[in-house]
């Protein structure tokens, strides 16, 4: 099931049909009262949620959708002013796996819909049981968890998808073209900043663990472990 949350009666019906049309089950909302309460019955896997609404922002939608533990795992894309950009990096600050700039063509739409929902599935299908331990830092793949020193830490899906793959890599400088190909299912295009906004709050998230991920300027990330004597 994939929500729309959009108040452009026009955009939110050609939308609602080009998704559709694909195969999809979708509804839409042009008012946020709405979209929440039919949340309460049916939680969808992804979301499309635009920034400017009457009732409330799309930002504010996004934090109380991101609040409640048992919504975090839909998936948000936002819709964004294409010259937003403090928009665009505040939505990714909060907890939004992607955005599209507005305005979009369907094409590019359905083209991050597909990639979204394939990465969901590809990590839903895994059943890697190892678990990965560097130092305090341990993620355990068949319990889906992060801790820190013994502590969970509490991950979006593409966060803890992300910190997974450099854990999966350490010692490899992993540029962010292949970064987004693996995680988010789609090519680097030279501006787009979700990586590096990703990193910054797994950074921050991990503490004084959050070094090992280490920048390569002009390249991508690497995460590196060295033991301490």
Request: glycine share 8%; proline share 3%.
């Amino acid at each position: 099931m994939i929500y729309i949350l959009e108040d452009d009666a026009s955009i939110l019906k050609l939308v609602e049909y080009t998704l559709s049309s694909n195969g999809y089950e979708v509804k839409g909302f042009s008012r946020p009262s709405e979209f929440f309460n039919a949340l309460g019955e049916t939680k969808p896997e992804l979301l499309l949620l635009d920034i400017m609404l009457p009732e409330m922002s799309g930002l504010d939608v996004l934090k109380k959708i991101r609040s409640r533990k048992d919504y975090d795992d839909i998936l948000i894309i936002m819709l964004t002013a294409k010259s937003s950009e403090y928009d665009k990096v505040l939505g990714l600050d909060l907890g939004s796996d992607d955005y599209i700039a507005k305005p979009f063509g369907m094409m590019e739409l359905l083209a991050r819909v597909k990639a979204a929902l394939r990465r969901r599935e590809r990590s839903g299908r895994a059943k890697d049981e190892s678990r990965l331990i560097f130092g305090p830092l341990l993620l355990d793949s068949k319990a889906h968890i992060v801790t820190v020193e013994g502590k969970e830490v509490q991950m979006t899906l593409k966060e803890y998808s992300l910190l997974k793959l450099l854990m999966e890599n350490e010692g490899i400088c992993l540029s962010r073209d292949s970064i987004l190909n693996t995680v988010w299912g789609y090519a680097f295009d030279g501006e787009n900043r979700t990586v590096d906004v990703h990193v910054r709050r797994i950074r921050e998230k991990l503490g004084p663990s959050g070094s090992m991920i280490q920048t390569v300027a002009g390249v991508g990330y690497r995460f590196k472990y060295e033991a301490q004597e």
